[in-house]
């Protein structure tokens, strides 16, 4: 906890430093750039390239071709207006020249100084300048300005700034500055970017935009600190390839490990994208060894019909995203998915092939997963008719294999094949939809026990009917008109017992039981187990809909499912089920006032009296960047954690925000954090201090710091943290 008091105190000395010193400016709206910079005087439009000149005394030297003009001159040249007390304008070589100060407005800029030449090709010279870029909201000095085009121009010994005078927090110095407009790029030599006066970063070429583009070159430093690496810092850049395609190279220096290299690239085709990540670290200091990581991803049709999906991931080790990962839930992955997708979709079905692996980082041979090697699937898509006969289909081929050496399983190929009847009739205030379906699997194993047969085969028939109606009426509620609706429903399901604890488990497990759950037709998510369901499902549902704006104000709901026999079907090493009812699902969800809103689910076990699972969420979320989030999960007595997250705006420029997610039964912090935040019109700071579980065991702790700061027109250093935020800060949106 000391290691984090240094870092707050260190955070709030520095920024109520800037407070001090910049609040009472800061809290203003941004100035726009027509108040900051000098105002072009109002002149009719004047076309082509001709001249027009306004003067209080001209003298002119017809021989020479030379204007002498002083007092309140103006020359105006097309979109281009220059103003100074005196003007000499040669006709011959048509060059505009001013000794004394002067301003000069075109499209792109506004420019003083105290010395202009300018030439017919929009080209010229000025001396000591103070000049302002419209499309950025820039402005700046230069001890010299050369104008290379009408959108381009090159200045010596020159600032650069998107802060308005009064408050420049940051600015930048270089030797050499170049902003074209055309290519709306802005390019720097020996440059030095000072906060508050104060030079902080030194880079001898540095490249930033003057718009949103994509453009080659540096991006903002990544800055941070924690346990496991120490301090770190990272320098991407980028490489703007095509239009179709770019690619990220990111040198990681961590004080602990080392200088590991990370190399993204993205790329789109017409109708397809993907992305490879590569992450390597030659020597880990702390870890003894050369570390590296490898994913793959890319989805998209090939062509009308066919598409693919593929994901492949690898890590050199077990420990690499507990060590090298930055929260919980990376450094918790058990497994790495490794999947190749090949789907044909057809005029009212689709196929699908699939090959599927993992490498585990989990050291328990239990916890290892089948691999699909392959799978093929077939289905049928075809839309629902009311009040006809609908046939369905659904088939499955899959070889299921694993390293034997590690767990002795059975491993096979397993046929899945499922037709599905029913005639739905759908009505204004109900509807009913018998169903029938007939499922046949078979089993072709190996390296099953020497009494076990090695193949085994299954018909069953289930049988269901899915009934409700809708009640509505006008109510009044809080002088408030609004529908109340009431939805009673009845499920009905019939599957025969057959035995099949002679069937392996590949990839089956039981879904868990929701409000949705209690009107399926199984209760297992594979076709390893089927159960033997006899039962009847009673729900009621409630809605308060407001009659305006149609808000559903106010959901309620209760089901529970009325079993007429035991169930017998189970998974392995689980006891048969012989309760008469099920627990007993409770919903509700409410929009109750402006901002407000707030959902629970309970699911109470009434034969043992007990709440098997409790969820709690409220939020007020009243504006944009205001946002609170309390929530409370307990789950069959090995879960139970509350959950408090917030973003919220003190003024216009002042954000707080946080998380702290506590597990009651561990009495433990398994994450929190705290950060502030400020931003203005030329800048914004944002710094994090974190604590957060980092193993499963919940064993370890680190501790992080982390700094953004987002200079406007230039770039940002930090770690981007707005993912995280969003992650861990529901229904917030970060809006740097």
């Not at 240094?6 to 001090?20: A, E, N, P």
């Not at 002083?70 to 060059?95: C, F, W």
């Not at 402005?139 to 010994?157: C, D, F, N, V």
């Not at 998107?162 to 050499?176: G, N, V």
Request: glycine share 6%.
């Amino acid at each position: 906890m000391q290691y984090h008091k240094k870092i707050i105190t260190g955070l709030l000395v520095i920024l109520s430093y800037g407070w001090l010193t910049y609040a009472p400016a800061a809290w203003d709206l941004c100035q726009p750039l027509s108040e900051i910079a000098p105002q072009p005087p109002q002149l009719p439009p004047l076309a082509g390239e001709s001249i027009r000149l306004f003067a209080n005394q001209a003298v002119v030297k017809e021989k020479l071709g030379l204007s002498i003009l002083s007092g309140e001159v103006l020359v105006q040249r097309a979109d281009q207006i220059l103003k100074a007390p005196a003007v000499i304008y040669d006709r011959h070589q048509d060059t505009l020249n001013a000794d004394n100060t002067f301003t000069f407005w075109d499209p792109h800029f506004v420019i003083s100084g105290s010395q202009i030449k300018l030439h017919s090709n929009h080209q010229g010279e000025m001396e000591n300048v103070s000049y302002w870029l419209f499309n950025q909201r820039a402005r700046g000095q230069a001890h010299k300005l050369t104008r290379e085009s009408q959108a381009k121009i090159s200045l010596e010994q020159a600032s650069y700034t998107t802060c308005d005078p009064d408050k420049e927090i940051w600015r930048l110095d270089a030797s050499q500055l170049n902003l074209d407009n055309s290519t709306a790029e802005g390019t720097a030599h020996d440059v030095v970017i000072r906060l508050l006066n104060v030079p902080v970063f030194y880079f001898p070429y540095l490249w930033f935009p003057l718009n949103n583009d994509r453009k080659s070159g540096f991006l903002p430093p990544n800055l941070g600190s924690s346990d496991e690496t120490g301090t770190e810092i990272s320098l991407p850049y980028y490489f703007n390839l095509a239009p179709h395609y770019d690619a990220t190279l990111t040198p990681r220096f961590m004080s602990r490990r080392g200088l590991l290299l990370k190399t993204e690239l993205r790329y789109l085709t017409p109708l397809t994208g993907g992305q490879l990540e590569l992450e390597y670290l030659p020597h880990d200091s702390a870890f003894g060894a050369q570390r590296s990581s490898f994913a793959f991803q890319q989805s998209g049709p090939l062509t009308q019909n066919w598409l693919t999906d593929i994901n492949f991931n690898y890590v050199s080790d077990p420990r690499y995203f507990e060590e090298l990962g930055n929260n919980i839930s990376v450094a918790s992955i058990t497994h790495l998915e490794r999947r190749g997708d090949l789907a044909y979709i057809g005029q009212g079905w689709l196929g699908r092939a699939r090959l599927q692996t993992f490498q585990t980082l989990e050291s328990n041979p239990a916890t290892r997963p089948y691999e699909r090697l392959p799978q093929l699937i077939f289905k049928t898509t075809l839309p629902e008719k009311n009040r006809q006969l609908n046939l369905n289909f659904q088939g499955e081929i899959v070889r299921f294999d694993r390293d034997t050496r590690v767990i002795a399983s059975p491993i096979g190929n397993r046929l899945d094949i499922k037709s599905i009847l029913n005639w739905p009739r759908h009505t204004s205030s109900s509807f009913v939809i018998p169903q029938i379906s007939l499922r046949y699997t078979f089993y072709d194993l190996d390296n099953t026990a020497v009494a076990e047969d090695n193949t085994h085969q299954r018909w069953l028939a289930t049988f269901s009917n899915d009934m409700g109606l809708f009640f509505e009426r006008e109510v009044d509620w809080l002088n408030n008109p609004f529908l109340q609706t009431l939805e009673p429903r009845l499920f009905y399901r019939y599957t025969p017992y057959q035995d099949q604890s002679d069937i392996p488990v590949f990839d089956t497990d039981r879904y868990d039981l929701s409000f949705g759950q209690l009107f399926r037709e199984d209760q297992f998510s594979g076709p390893d187990r089927v159960d033997d369901g006899h039962q009847v499902t009673l729900g009621l549902t409630s809605r308060l809909l407001n009659s305006d704006t149609g808000i559903e104000t106010v959901r309620a709901s209760i089901g529970q499912i009325y079993y007429f026999r035991d169930r017998r079907v189970t998974l392995p090493d689980q006891p048969i089920e012989t309760d008469s009812t099920s627990s007993i699902i409770m919903e509700l969800a409410t929009q109750f006032a402006k901002g407000f809103s707030a959902s629970s689910t309970l699911r109470w076990d009434p034969h043992q009296n007990n709440t098997e699972q409790t969820l709690f969420r409220i939020r007020y979320h009243p504006e944009l960047e205001n946002i609170v989030n309390l929530s409370y999960r307990l789950r069959d007595n090995l879960l139970e954690q509350t959950d408090m997250s917030f973003h919220w705006s003190f003024g216009p420029r002042w954000n707080l925000l946080g998380r702290w997610n506590y597990s009651l039964p561990q009495e433990k912090t398994l994450e929190t954090f705290m950060g502030v935040e400020y931003h203005s019109c030329c800048w914004a700071i944002r710094g994090i201090t974190r604590r957060y579980l980092n193993n499963v065991d919940g064993s370890s702790y680190l501790n992080g710091f982390f700094l953004q700061l987002q200079l406007t027109g230039l770039g940002g250093v930090g770690k981007k943290a707005d993912s995280f935020l969003e992650q861990r800060i529901p229904g917030y949106h970060d809006q740097w």
